[in-house]
């Protein structure tokens, strides 16, 4: 493997149904194990591979999205390195990425750490940061975070084979957690949220779940907003060329890409051209 790092063996989930046909269908990893002709391991407890995996002896594993809970036998095995997006301990769990931008952070960046009993705790290996633009989404913040922390996973590794691998404890002060999100995080209330605050929410969503609105009493995804200086009350909604403004409690944004129910992703132009007129109210979906 690229820098002399050998991959003994995958760790993976077991296939699992997947598509209409409900055919098992082995995960992206798994897949690519067996594309590659690397010996692979798919059991449906992770502990059912700590035989496997003491006979090794690795120096160290890299684990990513694996889904599972690891029993204390399981990390005394070898250091498990983990690549975490965010500046630990800041963003600390399921939603690094998406909780930076909804809190309108500069920057962030992608910490190789290691995996321990608590939620992301362990000691850090290298950290690279990271500025995130104003325009940025949880898409772009996640190629970057890839871009930077790959070769730095890799790197960790090779220092794990030559026994050179320093851990640098995490600082005690500015943890942060970042929930797993939830339908409430996806919720733009035009009376309780600002203009930055309400367009942070959206990138954040952009490019997977998307935030929702109701427009006249339809719930409707928003996928992309910019700040207007269109003087609307809150909850009012107006045709503004090309695009549809809406008012918030404080300030007002032009919405630029929207999906109806049931319906694919439009530019706010093509939206209201399918419309027999304009939405002239915004509410916050039950």
Not at 66 to 86: F, R
Request: aromatic fraction near 4%; glycine fraction near 8%.
């Amino acid at each position: 493997m690229e820098r002399g790092v050998e991959v003994p063996l995958v760790l993976s989930q077991p296939d699992r149904p997947a598509g209409r046909n409900r055919r098992p269908t082995p995960p992206p990893v798994a897949a690519l194990a067996q594309e590659l002709g690397l010996p692979l391991l798919q059991p449906e407890r992770a502990i059912d591979a700590h035989d496997a995996l003491a006979r090794l002896r690795p120096a160290a594993i890299a684990i990513c999205a694996y889904g599972q809970l690891l029993a204390p036998e399981l990390l005394q095995v070898a250091p498990w390195l983990n690549l975490h997006p965010s500046l630990l301990p800041r963003w600390r769990g399921a939603a690094p990425i998406e909780r930076a931008l909804m809190a309108g952070d500069a920057e962030t960046g992608v910490a190789v750490m290691r995996t321990e009993a608590a939620l992301d705790a362990g000691p850090v290996v290298s950290v690279e940061r990271f500025a995130i633009g104003p325009d940025d989404d949880a898409g772009a913040v996640e190629r970057r975070a890839l871009e930077l922390g790959v070769p730095a996973l890799v790197g960790a590794l090779a220092a794990a084979e030559a026994g050179t691998l320093d851990w640098v404890p995490q600082a005690a002060d500015g943890v942060t957690y970042a929930a797993k999100l939830e339908r409430a995080d996806r919720l733009i209330d035009p009376l309780a949220h600002g203009a930055r605050e309400t367009a942070d929410r959206v990138r954040a969503l952009r490019p997977r779940l998307g935030a929702l609105l109701d427009l006249d009493g339809e719930t409707t995804v928003i996928w992309r907003v910019a700040p207007t200086q269109e003087p609307l009350a809150p909850g009012e909604v107006r045709a503004v060329g090309d695009t549809l403004a809406v008012g918030l409690w404080g300030g007002s944004l032009l919405v630029s890409e929207l999906q109806s129910p049931g319906k694919r992703a439009l530019p706010a132009a093509d939206w209201l051209r399918g419309r027999r007129t304009p939405p002239t109210a915004a509410t916050t979906p039950a």
